[in-house]
């Protein structure tokens, strides 16, 4: 069995996805998808996609960690604020 998947229909297929995201996924700056062409075509090797997507997972998983950190500083600043009176 080929550690690889050919064709954009064939890798969008194996991640779940839309032909289209996975052209973006493969052309986008920071992190592109793993995939690369042999002869005219688009290949994509299957090691390569389990590691990409732990990174993404990985990735994923910290954000909400850093926004909660955040929630909490910002939480402590407010609470340094002086109460504000309603004046009516």
Known sequence: MSNYVETWKSIAHALG???R???YMAQREGDPLPVFKV???V???MH???EWLGH???RTLARPVAEALGA???A???SMMPALKLIA
């Open 21 to 23: 995201w996975c052209r």
């Open 72 to 74: 909490i500083a910002a």
């Open 48 to 50: 390569d996609l389990e």
């Open 39 to 41: 002869g005219g075509i």
């Open 76 to 78: 402590a600043d407010r």
């Open 56 to 58: 993404q997972r990985t």
């Open 17 to 19: 996805r839309s032909e």
């Open 43 to 45: 290949r994509l090797n």
